[in-house]
């Protein structure tokens, strides 16, 4: 994803339900980008979520990677000193088998695919924990003597979200250990969309709570929406059974927003309103290290895209979208 030469370096890394690498040259093509001369200045990394196969998921992370660069191509055309635009990237696409039969998406079995709520929740996490970690971690090897600084831009839809934090989460402590502490070269921009975790799941007690550590170089969008029938209802319902003991809501992030207590362990947050003539002006002047969009008023203004089963839940390829990440990603 190089703007200025209107190119896409995108990798493709599959790991299995284990979180092994099934890919041997995914490593050392990593390690090529960002250990010689003309190393990578930003790095992308994108995650899909539930319920969808390797060749679509692929796809998809191509879609969005080729309409955001051409995006950014336009901002920088138009405007090139408004935001701080990559000077050399590449795309990491991450593929988890996040179906019951991933190589056949026809396949009898997964029309039974509705009953592995449970299974892919936590499959999600242990791709995170043992797959992404371990390429998170080589970043911050591959990079502990390079000069100049390094974006890392995790970009991650539904479940593909606990892939995304729970692999931060295990990479900056093994990070913090092995170096004494995290290099602050490297800077992690973290997008949520539609996240399918706990509202409170960023709070610094709880399974996501590293991310708000005020020592990590990290900035973190999320979105939500009233719209997203997938997480404000069946989310909620699929969840309850688990927090009959605890008592704690069962809502999730991408329905309501992170939890009152999640804001105060980031330090406060900043919040946009999705709609039709956002631009990413509007975003880049929000500087706290959470930003919240509420994408509802987008949502609502096309009924046309909501799906009858998980309404606008995977309504996350529009303009407004990548004007919202040109904003967050690369203010100046």
């Known amino acids: 994803m190089e703007v200025a030469q209107n190119s ?3 990798i493709p890394v599959r790991i299995n339900e284990h979180g092994v690498i099934l890919d041997p ?3 050392s093509a990593l390690r090529d980008a960002m250990g010689d001369s003309s190393a990578a200045t930003d790095l992308f990394l994108f995650t899909h979520g539930w319920w969808t196969n390797a060749s679509l998921a692929m796809d998809e992370a191509k879609h969005f990677s080729v309409e955001f660069t051409n995006r950014l191509l ?3 055309s138009q405007a090139p000193l408004a935001l701080r635009l990559p000077a050399s ?10 179906m019951l039969n991933d190589n056949n998406p026809r396949a009898l079995v997964n029309w039974l695919e509705f009953t592995t709520f449970y299974t892919m929740e936590k499959r999600a996490d242990v791709v995170g924990e043992n797959g992404v970690s371990s390429l998170a971690q080589l970043i911050y090897r591959v990079r502990e003597h390079a000069k100049g600084e390094l974006r890392v831009h995790a970009v991650a839809h539904s479940f ?3 892939v995304v934090c729970s692999a931060l989460c295990t990479a900056l402590q093994a990070v913090a250990k092995e170096f004494g502490a995290v290099p602050g070269a490297i800077r992690l921009n973290v997008v949520l969309l539609q996240a399918a975790f706990d509202h409170n799941y960023l709070e610094r007690e709880k399974r996501y709570g590293a991310l708000c550590t005020p020592d990590v ?5 999320a979105t939500r929406s009233d719209e997203d029938l997938a997480l404000v209802r069946l989310y909620r319902d699929a969840e309850r059974p688990l927090h009959l003991l605890s008592r704690a809501p069962n809502l999730a992030l991408g329905a309501v927003g992170p939890s009152l207590k999640s804001v105060a362990d980031f330090g406060g ?3 946009v309103t999705v709609k039709t003539g956002l631009t990413y002006s509007d975003v880049a002047a929000k500087n706290a290290r959470l930003v919240v969009a509420d994408l509802t008023p987008i949502h609502r203004e096309y009924p046309g895209r909501r799906h009858a089963f998980c309404g606008h839940h995977s309504d996350i390829l529009s303009d407004e979208i990548y004007q ?6 690369f203010r100046p």
């Not at 990491?92 to 996040?98: D, E, F, S, V, Y």
């Not at 170089?217 to 969008?221: D, G, I, M, S, T």
């Not at 919202?324 to 990603?329: H, P």
């Open 8 to 10: 896409c370096t995108f």
């Open 25 to 27: 040259g995914a490593s």
């Open 74 to 76: 336009q901002i920088a």
């Open 89 to 98: 990237s590449f795309a990491l696409g991450i593929h988890w088998p996040a």
């Open 160 to 162: 593909g979200c606990r």
């Open 217 to 221: 170089p990290l900035r973190l969008l």
């Open 269 to 271: 947050k900043d919040d």
């Open 324 to 329: 919202l990440l040109a904003g967050f990603l």
